[in-house]
C-alpha cells in the first residue's frame, strides 16, 4: 500500500547499469551463435513485434505467464513460497477440460464461467494440501510445492492415458471440449482471445488488492513480520494459507485459460513449464503485479522473436531460455547492491 | 596523570549529510576510568567507532600516547593498544573460551609441525583467568555460557591482547542488577592493572559508581569534560538533554477500588510460570521485577496469548480471557507492547504509516475492507505529534530509518492509541535516552489517570520503582514478595531478585 520509496542517484544508475550489463551479454551470446548481435536483436524485435500478428501472438503468450507469476507473487506476500504453479496450472487445465466434454450448461458464456470456475478450483486445490501440511505440520512448502509438480505431472499422464484418453485419438490426450466452451479467437489469423484482458484484470485486481485492501495490508505485514502481525492480532495462518489458495486458483486459472482459449483439450507435454517461467517472472519483477505484467511482456517478446532470429539465422530459438537465464542471474546479483545494503 | 588521548576537533559527517559529531575536543588521562555520556544519537558510537579505527574522521586530529593517530582499521589500533567490547558481542560460539580469547593470534602456539599446541594455549588463557579472578574455564563452550560470562570472555580477548587502553560500549545493559555490581568491581580491578577504561553507559548510577571523570555529548556537540566530585546525577543528566527539567520520578497514585484483570494460579505449559496470581485494579501500574529470564517473558506471552496455559485463570472484568487469542484479547480491550521492537513490535521493513495502523485497522479505524489512505496518514501523523517521534518529512519511509527511541516512541504511542483498559508493557524503555524514557513513562501515567491497568514487566528496577503503585518480584516464574507504594526497599528487593530471600 504505502510503498517505501527511496529512489537515489545511486540507484538509477545501478539500474541503468543492470540494463546494459544484461544487453552486452546478450549480444555476447547472438554474437557466439554466429550473428551479428544488432541484426539478431532486430529480429527478435521483428519477429516479436513486427506486424500485429505477431504482436497479437505476443501478447497472447503473456497470458500463462502473467498468471503464473501472480501465483507466485500472492503466496510471497505472507512469505509463503509457492513453487508448484507448474502442477496446479496442469490440474486447473484438466479441470476446464473434464467439465467441457461432459456437462453442458446451455449458454456459452455460463459454461465458460463455470469452467473457468472449476479450473481455479482444481489449482486451489493442488495449493490446498501443502499449506495445510505446512501450518499444521510445519512441513516446508518449497518442498511440497515442488514434489507436487511431479506427483501432478504423473497424475494427469496417467488420466489422459487411461480414464480419459480420446478413444478416437492415436496420442495420449483427451477429447476437445464442447464447442460452446470455446473462448473464440478475436481476430482472424491469430489466437489471440480475451484471455489476455482475463489475465491483464487480473494483475489490476491484484494490484489494488495489494495496495489498498486491508487483507492485502493484511499479507503484507504477514510477510514482512509474522510474529508483529500475530500480536496486531492478524491472523497469520488464515492470511497464509489464504494466500496459497488464490496462488493456486491463479495457477488453476492459467490452465484452464490455456485449454479454452488455446489448445480445448489436455495432452502430453501440455506445459512447455509455465509455472517455471513464471517463477523466474515473479523473482524478477520483485512480486509487484505491475512489473509482472513488464516482465512477462519482455519474456513473451524473446519467446516469439527467438523463432524469427532461428527462422532466419543459424541461431537456434532455444536462446530465448538463455536470454532469460541471463537476466535472472544478472537481476539476483544487482539485487544485493540495491536493497541488500544500507546506507549509513 | 599523563594524557593519554587527545582529540581535537574531531568532526564526522557521513554522506547522508548527518552530522554525528561536530569539532569534539576532549582528553583522556593514562589510568582514569573516562565515562562518556549521552543520549541516544549524541555521538557517542560515532565518537568510538573512531578510536577503534572502524571510520574515518572527517576533519580534526586525535593524538594517542603523544603521536598522530589515525588508524585505517581496527587491527592498527589493536596494534597500538587499544581494545573495544562491543555491546553485542562477537564471539565464535561454538568454540571453547580459549580458542576465542586466542583466535587471530593462535599461530603463537604452533610448533614446528604446523600444530597449534592446545595444552600451551589453555595454559597461557587460565594464567590470565586467575589474574583476573574470574570463574570461568578455557574449555568451556561459548554456547554454554551465561550472557555475563561471556562479557568475561570479550574483556578476555581484550586484555589478552596486551592492551592498555580499552573501550567498553554500554557493557551493562546486558547484565541483570547483580551482576552489574561484580562487573563494575571488575572494571576497577581492571583499572588497578594499570589500564585506562573508557566507558559508555546510560546509566548514571553506574557511570557515579566508577568513573573519575565525565565527559558529556548532546546532539553530537561536546558539553564538557568534568571530575566526578564537580558534579551530580541531576545536573549530569540536564545537560545530557539540554534542558532544566525535573528528572526525578515518583509513582502517582489513581488508585481505584475496581479489579480490572484477575489472576489465579497461572502454570504455562513450558513450566516456567509456577502457581502465579495477581490483581489489578484500575488505575494502577503494576510492576513486575525479576532477574531476566525468570518467567517476565513467560508472563507477557501468557498475558498475549501466545503461550497456553497448562492450568490456571485469567479474567478481564469477570470474562474469561484464556480461551481468546491475540485479537480477542484486543478486542477485549488489552494492548501490548513487547520487550523486542524490531522482531516482534514493529516491522522495521515498512513503511512508518503501515506500522502505526497495525492493529487498529482491525477496528475499522480506516475503513472496512479498502483502506481510507487519507485516515491513516492523519492516524500516523498524531502519533507522531504527541509521542515527539523523530521521523523526516516523509512517513512513507521504512521504519527502519528511524533511530531506536524514536521507533519505541512510535511503538508506545501505537499501543496507547487503543486507550486499552489494560496495558501490557515489557521492558518499554530499553535503551532508549533519558528523555524519551520520561515521556514514556508519562504517557503511562496519564493512562492509569484515566482509569485504565498499567502491567510493567522491566528488568530495570529504577523505572519500575519510578513508575508502579505496586511491586510483583519475580523468581523461579513464582511471585516471591509484594510491596506497596511508598514501601520499597532496593536491598530488600534485590535479595528478593537473585532469590536469597523468599
Redesign the interface.
Known amino acids: 500500500m504505502f510503498s517505501v520509496r527511496a529512489l537515489s542517484m545511486r540507484k538509477i544508475i545501478l539500474s541503468l547499469l543492470l540494463v546494459t550489463c544484461i544487453l552486452s551479454v546478450w549480444a555476447l551470446i547472438i554474437w557466439f551463435g554466429g550473428e551479428s548481435p544488432v541484426k539478431g536483436f532486430l529480429y527478435i524485435l521483428d519477429g516479436s513485434l513486427g506486424n500485429h500478428y505477431q504482436l497479437l501472438s505476443t501478447l497472447n503468450k503473456m497470458v500463462p505467464l502473467i498468471l503464473a507469476a501472480a501465483a507466485v507473487a500472492v503466496p510471497a506476500w505472507t512469505g509463503m513460497w509457492n513453487i508448484g504453479g507448474e502442477g496446479q496450472l496442469l490440474l486447473g487445465a484438466f479441470g476446464a477440460v473434464l467439465i467441457g466434454f461432459s456437462v453442458d450448461f446451455g449458454v456459452g458464456l455460463v459454461n465458460i464461467v463455470v469452467a473457468l470456475i472449476v479450473s481455479a478450483a482444481f489449482g486451489m486445490a493442488w495449493a490446498a494440501w501443502p499449506a495445510v501440511f505446512k501450518i499444521k505440520l510445519r512441513m516446508d512448502e518449497v518442498v511440497t510445492t515442488l514434489m507436487g509438480n511431479y506427483i501432478a505431472a504423473q497424475l494427469i499422464a496417467y488420466l489422459i492415458n487411461k480414464p480419459f484418453r480420446d478413444p478416437r485419438s492415436p496420442l495420449a490426450q483427451t477429447p476437445y471440449v464442447k464447442s460452446s466452451y470455446v473462448i473464440p479467437y478475436l481476430f482472424e489469423g491469430s489466437q489471440f482471445s480475451a484471455t489476455f484482458f482475463v489475465a491483464v484484470s487480473v494483475i489490476i485486481i491484484l494490484f489494488v488488492f495489494r495496495r489498498r485492501l486491508l487483507t492485502g495490508y493484511e499479507f503484507e505485514m504477514t510477510g514482512s513480520n509474522a510474529v508483529f502481525a500475530e500480536l496486531s492480532g492478524i491472523r497469520v495462518t488464515k492470511m497464509k494459507l489464504l494466500s496459497m489458495l488464490i496462488g493456486g486458483a491463479l495457477a488453476g486459472l492459467a490452465g484452464g485459460l490455456l485449454v479454452l482459449g488455446m489448445t480445448q483439450r489436455v495432452m502430453q507435454s501440455f506445459s512447455p513449464g509455465y509455472g517455471f517461467t513464471g517463477l523466474l517472472i515473479c523473482l524478477l519483477a520483485f512480486n509487484e503485479p505491475l512489473l509482472i505484467l513488464g516482465i512477462a511482456f519482455l519474456f513473451s517478446v524473446l519467446q516469439t522473436g527467438s523463432v524469427n532470429l532461428q527462422l532466419f539465422t543459424s541461431v537456434p530459438a532455444e536462446i530465448s531460455g538463455v536470454l532469460q537465464a541471463i537476466m535472472v542471474l544478472f537481476v539476483a546479483a544487482f539485487k544485493t547492491f540495491m536493497v541488500g545494503r544500507r546506507d549509513g | 596523570m599523563l594524557q593519554i588521548l587527545a582529540c581535537d576537533k574531531v568532526s564526522k559527517t557521513?554522506?547522508?549529510g548527518?552530522e554525528a559529531l561536530k569539532e569534539v575536543s576532549f582528553e583522556v588521562k593514562k589510568g582514569e576510568i573516562h565515562a562518556i555520556v549521552g543520549e541516544n544519537g549524541a555521538g557517542k558510537s560515532t565518537l568510538m567507532n573512531i578510536l577503534f579505527g572502524m571510520i574515518k574522521p572527517s576533519s580534526g586530529e586525535i593524538r594517542f600516547k603523544n603521536s598522530l593517530f589515525s588508524p585505517k582499521h581496527p587491527s592498527e589500533a589493536i596494534g597500538l593498544g587499544i581494545g573495544m567490547v562491543h555491546q553485542h558481542f562477537k564471539l565464535v560460539q561454538s568454540i571453547t573460551v580459549a580458542e576465542n580469547v586466542v583466535l587471530g593470534m593462535e599461530n603463537r602456539f604452533q610448533n614446528k609441525m604446523r600444530k597449534i599446541d592446545r595444552a600451551e594455549m589453555n595454559r597461557s588463557v587460565a594464567s590470565l583467568i586467575e589474574k583476573l579472578k574470574m570463574s570461568i574455564s578455557p574449555d568451556d563452550k561459548i554456547e554454554n555460557l551465561p550472557i555475563s560470562k561471556k562479557q568475561q570472555v570479550e574483556i578476555l580477548k581484550v586484555l589478552y591482547r596486551d592492551t592498555d587502553f580499552i573501550i567498553l560500549d554500554e557493557p551493562t545493559a546486558v547484565l541483570a542488577p547483580n551482576e552489574v555490581e561484580d562487573f563494575l568491581e571488575f572494571v576497577m580491578e581492571i583499572q588497578k592493572m594499570g589500564k585506562t577504561v573508557v566507558f559508555i553507559s546510560h546509566r548514571l548510577g553506574e557511570v557515579f559508581a566508577i568513573a573519575d571523570r565525565i565527559t558529556i555529548l548532546r546532539r553530537g556537540t561536546l558539553v564538557g569534560t568534568y571530575e566526578k566530585k564537580e558534579v551530580d546525577r541531576e545536573s549530569i543528566a540536564n545537560m545530557m538533554i539540554g534542558t532544566d527539567t525535573d528528572l526525578t520520578e515518583h509513582p502517582e497514585d489513581f488508585l481505584k477500588e475496581e479489579v480490572l484483570l484477575s489472576v489465579e494460579g497461572l502454570v504455562d505449559i513450558s513450566g516456567v510460570l509456577r502457581d502465579l496470581s495477581f490483581k489489578l485494579h484500575a488505575g494502577e501500574i503494576l510492576g513486575f521485577a525479576g532477574v531476566g529470564g525468570n518467567g517476565q517473558e513467560e508472563l507477557f506471552e501468557v498475558l498475549?496469548g501466545?503461550l497456553k496455559l497448562s492450568s490456571g485463570e485469567m479474567e478481564l472484568r469477570d470474562s474469561s480471557l484464556v480461551q481468546l487469542?491475540?485479537?480477542g484479547r484486543?478486542?477485549a480491550g488489552i494492548a501490548?507492547i513487547?520487550d523486542d521492537r524490531m522482531?516482534?513490535?514493529?516491522?522495521?521493513?515498512?513503511?512508518i504509516?503501515?506500522n502505526s495502523?497495525?492493529?487498529h485497522?482491525?477496528f475499522g479505524s480506516?475503513?472496512?475492507?479498502?483502506?481510507d489512505?487519507s485516515k491513516?496518514r492523519s492516524f500516523a501523523r498524531s502519533i507522531i505529534t504527541d509521542y515527539d517521534v523523530r521521523t523526516g518529512k516523509n512517513?512513507?519511509?521504512?521504519v527502519?530509518a528511524l533511530s531506536g527511541g524514536n521507533m519505541q516512541k512510535l511503538l508506545v504511542g501505537r499501543e496507547i492509541a487503543y486507550n486499552p483498559a489494560i496495558l501490557v508493557a515489557s521492558q518499554p524503555t530499553a535503551g532508549v535516552d533519558v528523555a524519551a524514557r520520561k515521556l514514556i513513562h508519562d504517557s503511562f501515567r496519564k493512562l492509569s489517570e484515566t482509569g485504565s491497568g498499567v502491567i510493567l514487566i522491566s528488568g530495570d528496577l529504577e523505572e519500575i520503582m519510578d513508575l508502579a503503585n505496586r511491586i510483583i518480584v519475580l523468581y523461579r516464574g513464582r511471585a516471591v514478595a509484594e510491596m506497596s507504594y511508598p514501601d520499597y526497599d532496593t536491598t530488600e528487593i534485590g535479595y528478593y531478585m537473585t532469590g536469597i530471600r523468599g
Do not use: C, Q, V
Open positions: 557521513y554522506p547522508n548527518l498475549a501466545n487469542d491475540t485479537l484486543r478486542r501490548y513487547t522482531k516482534k513490535g514493529l516491522a522495521p521493513d515498512r513503511s504509516i503501515e495502523m497495525a492493529g485497522h482491525k480506516f475503513g472496512k475492507a479498502l483502506i489512505k491513516a512517513l512513507n519511509t521504512a527502519k
